[in-house]
Structures are given as C-alpha cells and as structure tokens.
C-alpha cells in the first residue's frame, strides 16, 4: 500500500500526529508492535502543559479531557516538615492540568478509529528502508501476512527501545546520556489523593512524590535503590515508608489501599541528536528520556508533534520545506530546555550517595526558591511549559 505518512508507534505522539494529519486531509497508517491492550495497559504520568491540552482539542478527542480533567493553578514541594506552595497562576498567569496518559491514548484511539484510519497493531519485524532516499518504505508482518507500505516520510515515534532511532546509522547520530543512580517505586490505588495538588518531598531518606490521576485515584513515588525487587515490597511496607517521608498533616490525612499497579521505574535523561534522517523524523521518547520529576516527558512528546505536523501540513499544502527543514532544531532548543529544568528538579529533591555537598547545595537552592519571586517565577514558567519561540 502507499500511504504519505508512516507513523511506527501509537503511543501518545503517534496517535496524536496522525489525527492531526488527518485533520489537514494528510493520508497516514499507524505500526504498532503491541496490541491495543498492552498500549492501554502502560501505567504513565498526566501533569500536562497548555500545548498539549490545546493540540488534543485539535485533534477533536479533548471532550472527556475538559471533562474530567483536573486543573492545578500551583504545586507544593516539602522540606523539612514545611510545605511550600509554588503558585503558577499568580507568578505566570497559566496552569496545567492533571489527567492520565492512559486516558490520553485511549481518547486519541477512539477518535483515530471513529474515523476510520488504518492501524496496524502486534506487528513483528518492522524495518525501514530508503530512509535517505525519495520512497522510503515500511516492512513488517502483522496477522500471519508480510506487509510492505510505501510512503513519504516515517515519522519514528515508537520510544526509547523502537527500531527508528536503531536503523539510523550510527555516523549520523550522537546520544547524549545521564544515568541516575536511583528510581522511583510507583503505586497507584482508587483512594483519595492526600492533597488537591502535587506534593513534591524532599527527605533524608528520599524523595516521595503525591500525585493523582482523578479525585479518587491516586499515585505515590519512593525514591528507591535501582537493586530493589518490586516483590520485597509489600502495600503495607510501602505506605509506612511513604508515610515517613510525609509531613506531619499528610500523614494524618492519607489514606491507604490496596494497590491497582507496581512498579520500579529508572531514572535517565537522554537526548539523541538530530531528530531528521533524509525522510525519518524522530519525536517522543525515540528521541528523547527526561526523569519525571519535572512532567515534562508526555509534553515534550506533544511539543514535537506541534512542530512536526506544521512542517508536514507545510509540505503537503504550501509546496514549503521550511517546516521540516527546522524540524529538528527548533524542537532540540524545546529539548533542552525541558531536559535542564528535569534534570535541575532532580538534582534538587532526590538523595544522592556520599551527596554532603549536594545536601548543601539543594538546601540553599530551596531557600532562593521559597524566598525569591523571580526564582518562584521561574520555577512556575518552567514547570506550565515555556512559550514556543
């Protein structure tokens, strides 16, 4: 088949793009590896920026978004005991809004199959071919059947562990990397958050984190020892860690439950560079991994699909290259900036080995932030996502 667009992943940023390609009339298959289930079943964050809850509307699926979608005019981070609340509304005039990926991608699924656009789900042996030439093109087997699609471009959004970013040559492309030397034991339960915002805790013991996914959903974090076995830690054990860690009014109020989902994530940040190969455009994780302590993965995800789906409407409407041309530049400067502020919250609130000079470090720095409007503003202009220059 021909197609003008080949998208390898329906994860967020491919399901995204192509329905934002649909909407300009731009012809698009979807390859995913896994099923539809398994897609579902990815247990991520849902603390989004403006861009993407605008680009969601765009896409026509954002009803049940603004619906049931839980808006954050600030976020509160806990040192020593003492919350301190950064108020995004007052310093930047923007909030964000707390609602899950998972529901993301199922809105976006939805919308992608009431109209009727092609995806191809458990597809096995995907390679790419003529990436640098006119045709590129897309092989795989899906169904028991060899399949091959003919395209324009292939746009890789199929994450960190897809074949995109594999089939380049590694000439072409440089990958930059910090490994952090810890991670985050996650838990989600249908109890009540213990806040109406995010708790960020910075503790001796570690750093914890109190997020939600609705009013009765929540989502705890430890800071855990990469060596850990999700199995040595039972719902009680976990509770009474978090419960630790917790300052003295949160500890009275939390309520505990059994757990819907563990698990123990690593924490890197990762830029490949560039993110265009003739005519592969990379976006997402494929090009990109920031810790989650700044939310900022699914966005920067959404901020190169903005950039990508322009240069593409470009292309196929107004006959101009420029968009794509650009592409990777202007999304790698949005790159950056998000792989900085991650990067800085995480150096901030986490303990680090033998970290004596560090703990110095984070405790002056949290008192320019508690302290400062312009170092508050700053934090609050980061974290709602920076204007697109």
């Known amino acids: 088949m021909h197609t003008q667009v080949a998208i390898i992943g329906a994860g967020p940023s491919g399901l995204l793009l192509g329905q934002l390609l649909h909407k300009h009339g731009i012809d698009n298959i979807i390859i995913e590896k896994h099923s539809p289930e398994h897609v579902l079943s990815r247990i991520r964050a849902g603390v989004i920026e403006q861009v993407a809850v605008d680009l969601i509307d765009e896409a026509g699926v954002g009803e049940r978004m603004h619906r049931e979608g839980l808006v954050h005019d600030g976020t509160q981070i806990c040192v020593d005991g003492i919350r301190h609340r950064i108020d ?36 096995y042996d995907v390679a790419l071919h003529n990436v640098f030439g006119t045709r590129p093109r897309v092989t795989y087997r899906a169904d028991g059947k060899a399949h091959e699609v003919d395209c324009d471009f292939i746009a890789g959004c199929d994450g960190f562990h897809g074949i995109c970013r594999k089939s380049v040559p590694s000439g072409a492309i440089k990958n930059y990397e910090r490994v952090y030397p810890f991670g985050w034991l996650g838990l989600l339960s249908d109890t009540p958050p213990v806040a109406d915002e995010l708790i960020y805790v910075r503790h001796e013991l ?6 939600m996914r609705s009013p009765t959903r929540s989502r705890y974090y430890l800071q855990c020892s990469l060596a850990e076995d999700v199995d040595a830690w039972p719902d009680e054990r976990f509770w009474d860690e978090l419960k630790l860690r917790l300052d003295a009014k949160a500890r009275e109020e939390i309520v505990v439950g059994p757990s819907l989902e563990k698990s123990i994530a690593p924490l890197r940040s990762f830029v490949a560079e560039p993110m265009r190969f003739g005519r592969l455009l990379l ?18 995800a959404a901020s190169d699909v903005r950039y990508l789906s322009q ?42 080995p033998n970290g004596q000079f560090d703990q110095k470090m984070q405790a002056a720095e949290l008192d320019y932030l508690f302290k400062s409007r312009a170092a508050a503003t700053a934090f609050a202009e980061n974290y709602v996502g920076l204007p697109f220059f």
Not at 206 to 211: D, I, K, N, P, V
Not at 284 to 291: E, L, T
Not at 339 to 344: L, V
């Open 88 to 123: 995004f509304k007052d310093l930047t005039g923007k909030s964000v809004m707390v609602y899950g990926q998972t529901e993301i991608t199922k809105d976006l699924m939805d919308g992608r199959a009431a109209a009727g656009l092609p995806t191809d789900y458990a597809a």
């Open 206 to 211: 570690g750093f914890a984190l109190c997020s």
């Open 283 to 300: 976006a997402g994780d494929a090009s990109h991994i920031v810790p989650p302590t700044g939310a900022k993965g699914l966005n920067l």
């Open 311 to 352: 240069g593409l409407v470009e292309h196929y409407k107004e006959q101009s290259e420029a968009g794509l041309d650009y592409y990777s530049g202007r999304a790698l400067a949005r790159v950056w900036k998000a792989e900085r502020f991650s990067w800085w919250m995480t150096m901030l609130l986490h303990t680090f």
